[in-house]
């Protein structure tokens, strides 16, 4: 499995979209389960890091898009 790196502040493109419509998480906190905010209507939330990883299209961090 590869390990995906992000840091606090990056934005993660979800596969699937939040209840809200918003596909985009703001990461709050890392470590072994990421706190993430939700782009669209602020909801925030701790999802392990292996069942996050698994749901990412793609990071943008700060501002600058990484495939």
């Known amino acids: 499995m590869k ?4 840091d ?3 934005i993660l493109q979800m596969r699937k ?3 809200c419509g918003s ?4 990461v709050l906190r890392v470590g072994s389960d990421i706190r ?4 669209g209507c602020g909801r925030d939330t ?3 890091r292996i069942k996050l990883e698994k749901n990412i299209k793609n990071v943008e961090t700060r501002g600058v ?3």
């Open 65 to 67: 898009k990484v495939e």
């Open 8 to 10: 606090v502040g990056d």
């Open 46 to 48: 701790t999802v392990p």
């Open 36 to 39: 993430v905010k939700c782009a």
């Open 3 to 6: 390990i995906i790196k992000f």
């Open 23 to 26: 596909d985009k998480f703001e």
């Open 17 to 19: 979209m939040h209840p």
